[in-house]
Structure formats: C-alpha cells, structure tokens
C-alpha cells in the first residue's frame, strides 16, 4: 500500500524538480532583459521574487525599455498576471492547502507548477509534483534573474541548448493524458491554441493566451458542451472534478498503466 | 520613489493578490457544476494556448522557428511512444540545441 502510493508522489517530485531547474534557467535571460531595460537589479529581482511569473515580470520590463506609459506597462503585466488567478481556481480544490501555508502556496502558483499538478494521478502526487516545481524554479528563477542582472546573461543564449523548447514541450507532455482522455479537453485545448494564435498579431505579447480563457468558458457555458457526442462525458464527470476531491478514481485510472507519458 | 520602482511595486503586489486570490475563493462559488467545468477546463485552455503561442509566436508576430518545431515535434514522437517525462524534455531541447549546433535551423 505504501509502495503504490509512493511512486507516484517520487515522480510528481522527481518531474517538478527537473521542469523548475530547466526552466529557471530562463532567470538569467530575465534579469539581462530587465537590466538591458533600464531596471535595476534589485527591481529585477524584487520582481522574481514577489511577482515570480515571467510573461507579467517581461512585459513591465519591455514597458520601461519602449520608455512607454508605467501605469499601461504595470496594467498589462497584471492583467497577465490573471491567468495564475485562473489556474488557482482549479488548484484550489486539486491541492487544498489550508490555513497559513496557502499564503505561502499561493506564491508558488505559475504555469508550471500547475501543470505539473495537474499532471499526476490523485492528490499526493499533485501537491507533491506542485510543490517540488515551485521549490527548484523559484529558486532558479530568482538565482539565474541574479545572475543576468548582473551580467551573466551576456555569456549566451538559452536558446543554444534548446531551452526555449522546455516550457513548450513540458507543457505537451503534463497536458497529454488530459487531451488523450478527454473529448471536452481536447475540444478545449484546440479552441484555446486557435485563438491564441489567431490574437497575437493583434495583441501585446501574453495577451492572446489570457484570452484563451474564452475557450473554457465557452465550454463550461454551452449546454451543448455536455450534451451531445457521447452523452454527458462519462469520463469527465466522474473524473475530472474528482481529481481534486476524489483522489481515487484518478489514482486509479494512473495505475491502470494509463498514463501515457510514463 | 521614483516610478519605476513604484510600477514594480505594483505589479509585483497585484501579481501576488491574484494568486492568492484564485486559490482562496471560497469553494461555494466553484459549486455550480458550470462553475466547477470552467475551473476545471480552464488550465487546459491556458496551458494548450502557451504551447501554440511559444511554438510560434515571437512578440507581436507569428514565426516559424524551425529548431523549435523539430523540438516540439520530437518531445510529440516521445510521448506517442510513451517515453517517461525527462526523455521528452530532453529529446525536445536535444533536437532543438543539435539542429542550432549544426546551423540546419
């Protein structure tokens, strides 16, 4: 019994940790663009430290270096900031973090570390994969904004080891076995990608993926959403909201070997 | 204070209140099961969203970067073939930083 739940929570961990360290690399190119901006390093690194959530911390950084309105630049790095407001309300019920450690929690809450939450089967392993994320990438994220703040950045381009393809690729790989599992997902997941794409050459970067959101909400409000096709998605109603409260279910889906990405 | 470091203060602050603010909504609100759809549906829009955007997306524009959609690509041929998470991390950035390395893309 203890070993069946232990691995899962091992490899929850054991990703957060490889994704947080892959990715926080990207500080480096933070805190290089934050100082090349006109920030200073400690403004760059107060930002990794208390906003911790790259596309808000780069869009105020490109707001002061276009010399550009503060209150437009600090307007639009919050509104980005909205999506972690959105990933709560589904991390809430997956993790619930009670009392005092939620405030703490709350800080760790960015794109990744909700899908690697998202990407595990039951609740140990979610709060285990959402915890060790938040650990390693923050802090790499605020070493590595550190670093580049003070010049490390210049040393090269995080793209020569194919790192800007990590967050992309990690996010495919923890979304998998939701669009492989669900109908609704995938339709959702489509409508999502569509319209990012088709806002970006309209909006100021990390806009369109906020708007994404509309795809969710579509769903989530169109009756015909539950209607048709299969019926009311068997799967997903007892599946998917039970993630958060009924860890079973899901745990077992897990260790029927139905988990794709393993 | 000057107003860089007010609009950092800023943002930093609000960033920080919107996470909290998600994950401390009271449960009753998120009761309605279409409430409950949208929270759950949400994160998959999101997440599907920044994958289209990073794979293509450079700014203000849409562009093709080759390296990136090989990348892309092999971390895709990785999970069909269900290889464990580090591989297709490392499948995705190896294709990526080998295809630089050798000037193809």
Known sequence: ?262 | MSGTWIAVLVTAVCCYALKLAGLTVPPRWLAHPRAQRFAVLVPVALLAALIAVQAVGRGESLAVDPARLAGLGAAAAALLLRAPFLVVILAAAGTAAALRALGVA
């Open chain 1, 1 to 262: 019994m203890a070993e069946t739940s232990a691995e899962p929570v091992r490899r929850a961990a054991r990703d957060g940790i490889t994704l947080g360290l892959a990715v926080g690399v990207s500080g480096l190119a933070f805190g290089a663009a934050a100082v090349t901006s006109g920030l200073s390093a400690a403004q760059a690194c107060v930002l990794s430290l208390v906003a911790y959530t790259g596309a808000s911390q780069f869009a105020l950084a490109a707001a002061v270096a276009g010399g550009g309105n503060l209150i437009a630049g600090t307007a639009s790095a919050v509104l980005l900031g909205s999506r972690n407001g959105l990933y709560g309300l589904r991390l809430a019920s997956l993790l619930s973090f009670r009392g005092p450690f939620r405030l703490l929690a709350a800080l760790g809450v960015t794109d990744e570390s909700t899908a690697v939450a998202l990407g595990q089967p039951g609740r140990a392993a979610a709060r285990a994969g959402f915890l060790a994320t938040f650990g390693s990438l923050y802090l790499t994220w605020n070493a590595g904004t550190l670093a580049g703040a003070l010049g490390a950045g210049r040393l090269g381009s995080p793209d020569t080891f194919g790192l800007d393809v990590v967050g992309p690729a990690a996010f495919l790989a923890l979304l998998w076995p939701r669009l492989r599992d669900g109908r609704a997902e995938r339709t959702v997941a489509l409508a999502g990608a569509v319209i990012a794409l088709g806002a970006t050459p309209f909006c100021p970067p990390g806009l369109p993926v906020v708007l994404a959101a509309a795809a969710a909400l579509g769903a989530a409000l169109l009756p015909a959403a539950a209607a048709p096709g299969e019926g009311p998605p068997p799967d997903d109603a007892t599946r998917q909201p039970g993630l958060g409260d009924r860890a079973d279910p899901a745990g077992a889906a897990g260790a029927a070997g139905d988990r794709p990405c393993r």
